[in-house]
């Protein structure tokens, strides 16, 4: 048997090996114009498909060049602010909404939303014995893990989990929107129970409620919440629900979905890529760096002394020494981020129910003097401003929502639009994703087995 030593000893030598044979030279992507990251150039994604579901502008493009502009967020045609008013407008939860419009394509009428929400609040709770089958036996320590084998998990409680007609799709994509909340909500209390050592509350859905109430009630020992508490969370929901075909979680379900596979494969490969800390873990990262920021400012009102550690931040001489700011900047966005600029109205009327509008005003700071110091630090006129990421989890911590749970929310809100892509590559695709990689190995002579060294 070999000894927990001997396996350490023989891992760290095969690592040494892989590390001196997988390394590409830098300069083979530029000799052979590969899109790393499937970008182009100019910073813009590789057009790779055409999609009806979802649309990110942060830019036009005017004789080939990028011109900034104020950020929006489109689903189905329509501007999700739209969707966020007319939610207030009615005193409605929206996510629900928002997720019809996904699915469907057109928006409901309250009829229709009525008999959605009834559907969904009908599959919140789990099938019979799951719950101790497949979230309590088997406990795990990253929420996201927990929810991935729940959805592979589902499969074997669907009568037709291989049917691939739209149909079919539709029934599974609704019970996994509705099963989402409860999945990350039962997840948590069983880490709690199993790794932190804690009580474990295990509260049953009320089909009546919202997707973000029953969240709300489902994590709290007391399921108690505000009507701002669920409101500020269905804001998040809303917002996080799709942002086009091309971001890492969403061409993922598309490149599965192409393979011809099942609705839960798909859906678990998603989930996998949005744990990711490029992706849904970016707003940990976030209230991570303001943690060692309030730590290491005295004065948070002093801008001067804020800008210097920013500074420090930018420089790589402070923080995890990255140069990075967490929650500065996208990929698509330049002037503004639509998520963002609406989270932080809300984070503010939550910061003065909370009495955190010191701290509110912090971030508030950090948010108008960064893109000033990136840009003297890098020499760059790229434009930047602050992402979603910057204030959700702000948002989060102020309703008591623990770290761990940070990317499951998202995840219980982009299920709406992954159903909608998987949906949309079943109808409209047709051919399965097969980009090139260019080989740039030598071909070398091969050792006999007995003559190697």
Request: glycine share 8%; aromatic share 10%; hydrophobic share 35%.
């Amino acid at each position: 048997m070999i000894s927990s030593k001997e396996q350490h000893s023989i891992i760290k030598k095969l690592e040494k090996l892989a590390i001196v044979n997988d390394p590409i030279n830098p300069d083979f992507y530029s000799k052979y114009d590969v899109k790393r990251g499937l970008r182009n150039a100019n910073g813009t994604g590789v057009l790779v498909g055409l999609t009806r579901i979802g649309d990110v502008v942060g830019y036009d493009i005017v004789n080939g060049e990028k011109i900034p502009v104020p950020g929006r967020l489109v689903y189905r045609g329509y501007n999700v602010e739209d969707l966020i008013n007319d939610a207030r407008k009615n005193n409605q939860f929206g996510f629900e909404q928002s997720a019809y419009l996904l699915l469907f394509g057109e928006l409901p009428n309250k009829e229709n939303l009525a008999k959605f929400n009834e559907y969904l609040g009908e599959f919140r709770t789990l099938p019979p014995n799951f719950t101790e089958d497949m979230i309590m036996k088997a406990p795990s320590n990253d929420i996201m893990n927990k929810i991935a084998r729940g959805v592979l998990a589902s499969y074997s409680y669907d009568e037709d989990p291989e049917g691939r007609d739209p149909g079919n799709v539709i029934r599974q994509s609704i019970q996994l929107i509705a099963r989402f909340s409860t999945l990350a909500a039962y997840g948590y209390q069983a880490k709690r129970r199993y790794f932190d050592g804690t009580s474990m509350y295990i509260h049953n859905p009320d089909p009546t409620l919202s997707t973000a109430e029953n969240f709300l009630r489902l994590i709290r020992p007391d399921t108690n919440y505000t009507k701002l508490e669920a409101e500020t969370l269905d804001l998040a929901l809303i917002l996080h629900a799709e942002h086009g075909g091309g971001n890492n979680s969403s061409l993922t379900v598309h490149v599965v979905s192409s393979a011809d596979t099942d609705t839960y494969s798909a859906i678990a490969a998603a989930v996998g890529s949005l744990k990711g800390r490029r992706h849904g873990g970016a707003n940990i990262r976030v209230v991570e760096m303001m943690d060692d920021i309030k730590a290491n400012v005295k004065d948070w009102k002093d801008e001067d002394e804020v800008r210097a550690y920013i500074t420090k931040i930018a420089k790589k001489e402070a923080f995890d020494h990255t140069g990075l700011v967490y929650g500065m900047g996208h990929a698509v966005y330049t002037i503004s981020d639509p998520r963002e600029v609406l989270l932080k109205e809300k984070a503010k009327e939550l910061a003065i129910e909370k009495g955190c509008l010191v701290e509110y005003e912090l971030y508030n700071l950090i948010e108008r003097i960064t893109p000033q110091i990136i840009t003297e630090i890098h020499h760059s006129d790229k434009q930047i401003c602050a992402n979603v990421d910057f204030y959700s989890g702000f948002v989060y911590t102020m309703l008591n929502i623990p770290r761990e749970l940070f990317t499951p929310i998202f995840a219980i809100s982009r299920i709406a639009g992954w159903s909608a892509h998987r949906i949309e590559e079943i109808v409209s695709g047709g051919r399965i994703y097969r980009p090139a990689y260019k080989n740039v190995s030598e071909e070398r002579d091969f050792i006999p087995l007995l003559d190697r060294k």
